[in-house]
Antibody
């Protein structure tokens, strides 16, 4: 069965970086893009970016440009999201999600990781 | 960025009720619209994709409709496990924006 298991939670100091990993299993990793979405406590969902495991191509939300780097390791079927210059408002649960195309009708996130809490505090 | 506006932001209903949640996009997004359900402490779960396609293993009491800018999610007969927060999401263009959510509570 398809699973995305995340690692890398923790408390970080302002200005530090955090790297969260997302290990995929149960499907061909290279065939599906991995997206990253975050959610501050009690707030909505915010898309951060994606990586194509096949090509390594990425796209990022303008809001995070210059601070976020999404990569992948095809040999371990793992995607990574690194966020630098952490601020208190980066405190959130970070999710990875597998994306699937439905022809030309849409693109959707059908499997999600369990989420990883990153707390930014001095 | 495409703004997604959901209404209502919260809703109280009873088991067995029929409820409808609406989502409006700031510009036409064809059918690039998905719906997710989230319960506290859990990751979102995909319910509907391409505006009206039911995800595998999602109960048939959930349905979606719409195209262009206006979309709806309908739950035909609420069950206890349906009390959750629902989000719409556009995947027409990046950034893939979500609505602010509709919290469905037990009356």
């Amino acid at each position: 069965q398809v699973q995305l298991v995340q690692f890398g939670a923790g408390v970080k100091k302002p200005g530090a970086s955090v790297k969260v990993s997302c290990k995929a299993s149960g499907y061909t990793f290279s065939n599906y893009e991995i997206n990253w979405v975050r959610q501050a406590t009690g707030q909505g969902l915010e898309w951060m970016g994606w990586v194509s495991p096949h090509s390594g191509n990425t796209a990022y939300a303008q809001k995070f440009q210059g601070r976020v780097t999404i990569t992948r390791n095809t040999s371990t079927s793992t995607a990574y999201m690194e966020l630098s210059g952490l601020r208190s408002d980066d405190t959130a649960v970070y999710y990875c999600a597998r994306a699937t195309y439905y022809g030309s009708a849409t693109y959707y996130f059908d499997y999600w990781g369990q989420g990883t809490l990153v707390t930014v505090s001095s | 960025d495409i703004q997604m506006t959901q209404s209502p932001s919260s809703l109280s209903a009873s088991v067995g009720d029929r409820v409808t949640i609406t989502c409006r996009a700031g510009q036409s997004i064809s059918t690039y619209l998905n719906w997710y359900q989230q319960t506290p402490g859990k990751a979102p779960k995909l319910l509907i994709f391409a505006a009206s396609r039911l995800q595998s293993e999602v109960p048939s009491r959930f349905s979606g409709s719409g195209s262009g800018t206006d979309f709806t999610l309908t739950i035909s007969s609420l069950q206890p496990e349906d009390f959750a927060t629902y989000y719409c999401q556009q995947s027409y263009s990046t950034p893939y924006t979500f609505g602010l959510g509709t919290r469905l509570e037990i009356k």
